[in-house]
Structures are given as structure tokens and as C-alpha cells.
């Protein structure tokens, strides 16, 4: 059985292709471009409108206000779109909401200081869609307001000067999978083209703040996502951005190595999200706007890498604490719903979406403010998290988000109403499912297919995310040698893997309690993505196994 207890769905089992054409198959892709320049920035149907407004107030000195997300993909689009109006001579300051003390959003504390300070133009960056009240209230003070977004669109929007949004109803954009990050994107390269002369060279100088956000934010690497991805990735070793080098330098990432999307998934958009989770956002942000060599960068830099380590520790107690406490219940319920006071409102999106991996079904993880909840929701891909929580909207204070991830805000008087309400949408939703966590597989590989040139075959297919998944075979009657646990905790695994007359190595991340298991049997099942390990100028291939099955 999986040591996960995971089930395996194998997507192709037609043994007349090779297991190239089956992940093909799978995808729809072959690995060709299908696009090798971006979209024209003006199908979006405000765009015109908003460059108007934007070089009005540029003509008339008037401020502009670039208002993000506290998130990686809000970060990344307003540092997008900072560089932007500085390049164009425009007078531009910036505001980020404290995830803690403001929540997610525009909300009218931060509408009273644009019209105190007299601010003209206030541009969103990764929210907005869902900020009538403010918006509208701004509109009564002449300001401005330009919506960039890609969040769940309410039944009203608000009454904007602009709004930029990939999915709006009856917009001509070709493609509706921007992030936040690329749809300010597309709002700089209009910009730049009316009002910088051979701007090329800038703009694509911002495409590695892009690829952050859109990698980070789990953005489909499809259509325009891909481009913006796969040029971002070409610049990021050696990017142009002081404050973003300071972050990779930390991470301990050369100049000029070969980046990929798990580089920023896993060692660079962290340390980002750890300033808005856990800290103030602005450490994150006033890093990625530095210009010139200073202290600061140091300072900054430095910062960020104790929230890191702080948001890790958090979140594994966390973690441990849910544990503990399913590990007496009879029988899980349809939605994993939790509260404490002690879990920080930063982490439980995290904690969250560690439950709903694990036991493939949706989780609501709060932290108890006394008279007030906050949470966090994840899901997995066949319930729509968002739809639930909107079936329960007389419960709640906020709400907003995907189908995968939401969060929302309640009186702790309407729990029990609340918990009612969604447990039993999910249960009527859920009743005839398997609640079970999956793991897609590609295909099987028999032994000869496992070389090294097919690894190499297969990075045709990078960058990998969201929409592309690096390509996961399984690999069967393997026999598992000199298994050790390794990693300062011990908690991953190295090991031979003998597949007929073969030896590979393996690493197993975060499997390190199942070595003794491993050791005991003298064959296993293995899930696996096969990798190019490169050491002192030798390329071999390597297994990263992701799940085994123990043959008894």
C-alpha cells in the first residue's frame, strides 16, 4: 500500500505509445511555444482608459497611489508597477494592507488617507474586484480609481475608472489566466509603449518580477503565463534587481545557474510571503524597489530571512498540534474545520493546504481573535472552495478568494451556524467521493525507458507548474539499497534504487520516518520524477521519489 496512504491514478496506460508521447497525450503540449510574443496589452477593454488617467495625472504632477496585496503575486505586481511610473517620470508613492491589523484588501482606513493626502489616482494591484463600498466612496472624493485583479469577480464590481481583469464577462483579452503579478504586467507594457521610446529592454527587465508572482500564485503555465515564465526564468539569475539578487544571494543562488520554477516556488517566493504572513509586507516590497547599492539591502535582506525561519516554525507546530488532535478522531469529517488563538492568521493558509493535500478534502484552519475568526480555506481540485463559503455569506464579515484557496472573516457568535451551514454543502457535495488525498501519476516506466537522455527529453517540457506538472511516472518491483535517512533532522531519504541491472539514486524529501519501513522490504512501488543530478562536472540521472508502495 502507499506509505502516504495516497491513491495513485496512473492518467495513461496505453503501452502502445512511448512514455513520451503519453505525457503528451496527457497535456495537450508537446513542448513548442505556442506563443512567442505577448498579447497586445490593449484588447483589454480599459486599457486605453487607464493609460489616459494615468498620463493626465503624470501631465498635471497629480499623485498616484499603487495599492497591492501583501501576498508574493501583490508584491511582485506593485514592484512592477512602481519601476514602471518611475521610469515614466510619474509622482508615485505605494501602499500595502497589513495582513493582521488591516486584512486583505482596500479598505476604507486606507481610502481616508488617499483622500487626506490628496491622492488622484489610486491603481490596485492583485485586489480591487471585490471593493465597491471603498471604490465608490473614493469616486465621491475624485479619486481615481484603476482596478487591476484576477480574483473571483463579485456579482457587483465596483464603479472603477478602469478596471483590468482577464475574466471579466465580455473582455476581448485572449487570455483569462493572468495573475495579479501579470495583469499589472500588461498595465506597465502599455504604459511603456506610449510613453517610453525603444522600451523593450525595460520591460522585459520586469519579467522576472512577473514570473515571481505568476509561479508563487500557482498561475496555469499555459498560454501567456508560460511566456512570462519561461523569459522570466532566462533573466532571474542574473537579474537586474538588487534587492531581488539579495534574496537569491540568502537562498545561496549563484549568478548565472540555471533557475527553474521550484526555484522560486520553494527558495525565493518564501522569503517574500514570510514578510506578509508574519511580519510587515513592506520589508518584502521596499527590498524588490531598491535601485541603487545600500545598507539597506543588507538590513532588509536579513529581515526577511528570520521571518522565513519564523513562518517554518510556526507552521510546524501548528501542523503538529492539528495532527495531534485528528489522530483521535474515529472518522474524519467531510471539511477539516479548527481554531486556535495561537495560530497566527500568516500561517493557516499553509497549515491549511498541508491538510488538504494530505487527506484529500477540504480544510478551514482559523485563528481565534476573541470575538472574531479568521480563516484560511484550500482545497482540492474536484470541490470549489470558494462557492462554499459564499453559500454561507449571512454568517460571515468577508470573504473572497479561488476555487482551491479562500479566506474569509466571522463573528465567533455565528460559528456553530457557520460550520453547520458548510459542513452540510460539503457533505451533499462530497457524499459519493473517495476522500482520499490523489497522486497523478503520467505513466508507468519499464526499465529501459529510464535513462538519461529521456530526463533531458523531458526538461522540452519545463517550466513546470500549475497547468504543466513536472511529468511523475511509476516505477515497479524496485529493490531499495543502503537506505539512509539524512538531513540535519533526518527527516529525508537516500537510497539505491536496483531496477534490473541499474542502480540510481534516490532522494525521498521529507520521508525520512519511513526508513526503517524501507529497510524491512525487498521490493517496492515507486513514484518518482527523474532528474538530472549534476556534481563536479558529472551529469547523472536521479530519482526523486514522491511516494512508495510496500510490497508485502
Known sequence: MSILNKKWVIKNLDRQKSAFERIIENRGFNGRDDMTDF??????????????????????????IVFGDYDVDGISGTAILVHTLKKIHAEVSWRLPHRVEDGYGLSMKFIDEFIEKNIAVVITVDCGICCAKEIHKAKEHNIDTIVTDHHTIPEKYPDAHAILHPKLPKTNYPFNELTGAGVALK????????NLPEYSQFFNSLLDLASLGTVADLGQLIGENRLIVKKGLEILSNTSWLGLRQIMDIARLKPGAKMDTTT??????PRINAAGRIGDPYTALSLLLQEEKNPKIDSLGK????????RQGLTQSAFEQLEAQLKDVKELPY????????WHVGILGLIAGKLAEKYGRPAIIMQDFGDTLVASARSPKFFNIIDAISQCGEYLVSFGGHAQAAGCSLKKENLDAFKEKIIAHTKENLKDSELKAVLEIDCELEPDEITLDFAEELENLAPFGAGNQRPTFVIRD???????????????????????????????????????????????????????????????LQLQALDFNIKE
Open 335 to 342: 471539511m477539516i474545520i479548527a481554531h486556535h488563538p495561537d
Open 39 to 64: 498579447h497586445d496589452p490593449f484588447l483589454f477593454e480599459d486599457m486605453e482608459k487607464a493609460c489616459v488617467r494615468i498620463e493626465k495625472a503624470m501631465k498635471n504632477k497629480e499623485r498616484i
Open 187 to 194: 498595465l506597465a507594457h502599455a504604459l511603456l509603449q506610449r
Open 303 to 310: 529581515k526577511l530571512e528570520e521571518l522565513n525561519t519564523a
Open 264 to 269: 522560486i516556488g520553494f527558495q525565493i517566493a
Open 478 to 540: 524496485v529493490e531499495p539499497l543502503l537506505v539512509n535517512q539524512v538531513g540535519a533532522a533526518k527527516n529525508h531519504l537516500k537510497f539505491l534504487a536496483k531496477i534490473n541491472e541499474q542502480n540510481l539514486d534516490v532522494i525521498a524529501f521529507r520521508l525520512g520516518s519511513f526508513g526503517e519501513k524501507l529497510r524491512r522490504h525487498k521490493k517496492i512501488d515507486i513514484v518518482c520524477q527523474l532528474e538530472k543530478n549534476s556534481w563536479q562536472d558529472r551529469v547523472s
